[in-house]
């Protein structure tokens, strides 16, 4: 026989834990003294994943959003824009056996401000809070 099959082994798939998702919101209104300069023609977004070490606790899902926005509002300064407009975002706890995982998908419309710019919270942060810490 010329060829041999190889299979792969079979590995367990990530169940679904937890998720949370929060629609695009406005993180500014017209009656806030914010001087935009010039905004995005889209949106920009980003899917980061990390893998626990330990039990989730309540905080690793609001940690990863809190951690997610940054770097996304850090990959927008990078094309000179440095406020987001609009922010929407997705958090997921995974678990594969003994192992965990949270991934968080960011989005955001960046626009450059004039003066400085208030920072905020993400969107909604809160519903993360007093999750129990068996699930997050």
């Known amino acids: 026989m010329l060829f041999t099959i190889r299979t792969r082994r079979k590995e367990a798939a ?13 993180m500014y209104y017209d009656d ?24 989730p606790k309540r905080d690793h899902m609001r940690n990863a959003v809190l951690f997610s926005r940054e770097q996304l509002l850090q990959s927008a300064m990078l094309n000179q824009y440095n ?32 003066g400085k710019v208030p920072r905020r919270l993400p969107p909604f942060i809160r519903v993360l809070e007093g999750r129990h810490p068996s699930i997050c």
């Not at 922010?87 to 401000?113: D, I």
Request: contains cysteine; negative net charge; aromatic residues 10%.
């Open 83 to 114: 406020v987001l407009l609009l922010e929407s975002w997705t958090c997921t706890l995974y678990r594969r056996g003994k192992h965990h995982r949270v991934e968080v998908r960011y989005s955001g419309r960046p626009a450059y401000a004039d």
């Open 14 to 26: 990530w169940e679904v834990v937890d998720s949370e998702t929060v629609d695009p919101v406005p």
């Open 32 to 55: 806030e003294d914010l001087d935009i300069r010039r905004v995005s023609d889209a949106d920009t977004s980003a899917t980061y994943i990390f893998e626990l070490r330990q039990l």
